[in-house]
């Protein structure tokens, strides 16, 4: 048994999931990106957000199993809009909407997942995590758009670039803040769509 800062008192961490309450979930995953933005990943553990957010090490461990599972799961939950549902009827549309909801929650976090994404070339874990979590299910959707733009005839289906979209659209969010020093807004997304990504996928 290990008493944690909070004055509680944790087990060893078990398979079993708590059940939490969204609220509390919600508690847990604002405490965990406050220390991070305070700390960054490296220096992030799981004791400190087990006192942040007044509870035991092992509620924590029983939910997430590790500190990369609960970054990720806070991100995912911070991240703002989901692509799911995405269909206008046309490719152009489709990825419009798809960067009105990437821009909707860039703003506030722009450094934060900066940051992430450095700390996951030193953990494998972390990285797996955060791809389970938030890369497959964008990217699952953004391979649905382009199914449906072949469908549709808006795209040959073997066109290189149809493998790239998510590679684009993530290079471009990270990309901008180290080059220009300021966010990826939807302005300049909606630019880099047509003068990027669009003419790479409707070349024939």
Request: hydrophobic fraction near 45%.
């Amino acid at each position: 048994m290990h008493t944690d800062p909070t004055g509680t008192t944790d087990s060893a961490p078990s398979g079993r999931r708590s059940r939490l309450t969204p609220e509390r979930e919600a508690e847990l995953y604002v405490a965990t990106l406050d220390l991070l933005r305070e700390t960054g990943y490296a220096a992030l553990t799981m004791e400190a957000i087990a006192a942040r957010a007044k509870a035991s090490k092992a509620t924590l461990y029983r939910q997430w199993q590790s500190k990369p599972r609960l970054v990720a799961a806070a991100l995912r939950h911070n991240k703002g809009a989901s692509l799911v549902g995405l269909d206008t009827g046309s490719l152009r549309g489709d990825l419009y909407e798809t960067v009105h909801r990437i821009a909707y929650g860039a703003a506030p976090d722009t450094a934060l997942l900066a940051s992430v994404a450095h700390a996951i070339l030193g953990d494998p874990e972390l990285g797996l995590a955060v791809r389970e979590a938030i890369v497959d299910p964008e990217a699952a959707v953004l391979d649905r758009v382009l199914a449906n733009a072949v469908a549709r005839g808006e795209v040959a289906p073997d066109n290189p670039a149809v493998g790239l979209l998510a590679h684009l659209l993530i290079g471009a969010v990270t990309g901008r803040p180290l080059i220009e020093g300021c966010i990826a807004d939807e302005e300049y997304l909606q630019r880099y769509l047509d003068a990027v990504v669009l003419p790479a996928l409707l070349r024939h």
